[in-house]
């Protein structure tokens, strides 16, 4: 008998988590179905020492643009919904996926709509795709939807990915840094320390400084871990309060070249969200609603909010973006034409072109800019410590001539 962890919604609206017992899944999900709740997730735990446990692997993005690629592909054959996502479900090597497509091959097979049961795991289908599959279900596109969404999320993985690559590099050096400083601190500075107090010779400041965090380092190793580790957890803990997250995200775009890079990001990002919503026969205002929860950064967000309130009360998306210092005159001449012409989703997705290619390019550059610059700050911290054991050696040296 396993424990199985769920959450569910009375009739009347109420929202339930618990734990239940039962031999396998599908038996939980129908022991909680006859407790007449409606169930948003399932999920097997293991228990030890009373604390929840769970083995399953989260989700890639790669896995999770194959797995919509091969949906396409099935429906393009003609395979019955159900039987495709069963199938589906067979050749997932991702567990959580796996689980995922089984519940949802079953709420298919008792009459649920294929967007409703996705819409009941959130954690493993984005509320973007949810939109467009309910979209091409009023439309019968869903063979091309998948296909577009495929090609959405494909894009957004080459651009995390040219973030990630910008990031590491300067991580990698930084953490290198540390440990060089720390060594040297340790191990190397004091044994000139000593050789110096036994000269009894005055000491230049940047010595004397170099001197004192080598001493600081040794004795109080733990003071700086915990007061590190405790710095880190501050930041982590603020950086949940969403008046404190809303400051990081426009400070990151007030970073100078990095922050030009990420608001091309961004600008990406969302006209090519907005772009699919819209192409797909979404209504505007839930688009940008949509698009407000995607982007990532809490100023585009908010601002897209306000922009969906201005378009509710009869104003153009173009005119409650063009006095926001966030978009560049480019986005909101290209969104007036398509607004003018009926063609905003063909604008948007050129849009999202031009910001795709600059992203690339910008990319390239900063990498390009970041290895030097990464470089003299790890010559400059070295470089410190070797001075100031270098200049009072020579100072030595003159005295013994």
Do not use: C
Request: hydrophobic share 50%; no cysteine.
């Amino acid at each position: 008998m396993a424990v199985f962890a769920y959450k569910a919604k009375t009739r009347d609206g109420k929202l339930l988590k618990g734990k239940i017992d039962s031999g396998n899944k599908k038996e939980a999900l129908n022991k909680l179905k006859h407790m007449d709740l409606v169930v948003f997730e399932v999920d097997k735990l293991n228990t030890v020492l009373n604390k929840d446990i769970s083995f399953r692997s989260s989700l890639k993005s790669k896995d999770f643009v194959v797995f919509l690629r091969q949906f396409a592909s099935l429906m393009n054959a003609g395979i019955l919904l159900v039987d495709a996502v069963d199938l589906l479900s067979v050749q997932a090597t991702n567990i959580a996926l796996k689980e995922a497509l089984e519940e949802v091959a079953e709420e298919i097979r008792e009459g649920v709509a294929l967007s409703e049961a996705m819409e009941k795991k959130p954690k493993i289908f984005p509320n973007l795709l949810i939109h467009m599959i309910h979209s091409a279900e009023v439309s019968g596109r869903l063979e091309e939807v998948l296909k577009q969404m495929a090609d959405y999320y494909e894009k957004q993985h080459r651009i995390k990915q040219k973030i990630k690559t910008a990031m590491t590099y300067p991580l990698v050096v930084s953490v290198l840094a540390f440990f060089i400083t720390t060594f040297l601190l340790v191990f190397i500075v004091p044994i000139f320390g000593d050789m110096f107090a036994s000269m009894g010779s005055n000491l230049p400041m940047i010595t004397q400084v170099v001197l004192k965090m080598s001493t600081l380092f040794q004795r109080y190793w733990w003071a700086v871990i915990l007061l590190v580790s405790v710095l880190i957890a501050v930041i982590i803990q603020l950086g949940k309060k969403e008046q404190v997250a809303y400051v990081f995200d426009v400070l990151q775009l007030k970073i100078p070249v990095l922050g030009n890079f990420l608001q091309k990001t961004l600008l990406a990002r969302m006209t090519q969200t907005l772009s699919s919503l819209i192409g797909s026969s979404v209504p505007i205002l839930q688009a940008i609603e949509v698009t407000s929860q995607v982007v990532g950064n809490r100023v585009v967000e908010n601002v897209l909010l306000q922009a969906q309130k201005d378009v509710e009360n009869g104003e153009s998306l173009a005119k409650s973006m063009i006095n926001h210092w966030f978009f560049p005159p480019l986005i909101i001449q290209m969104i007036q034409v398509g607004e003018t012409s009926g063609e905003l989703d063909d604008m948007l997705e050129k849009v999202s072109e031009i910001y795709d290619q600059e992203v690339q390019e910008a990319s390239d550059k900063l990498q390009v800019l970041i290895e030097p610059i990464m470089i003299i700050f790890l010559s400059v911290v070295v470089g410190v410590i070797v001075l100031s054991i270098v200049v009072p050696m020579f100072s030595m040296f003159e005295t013994f001539n």
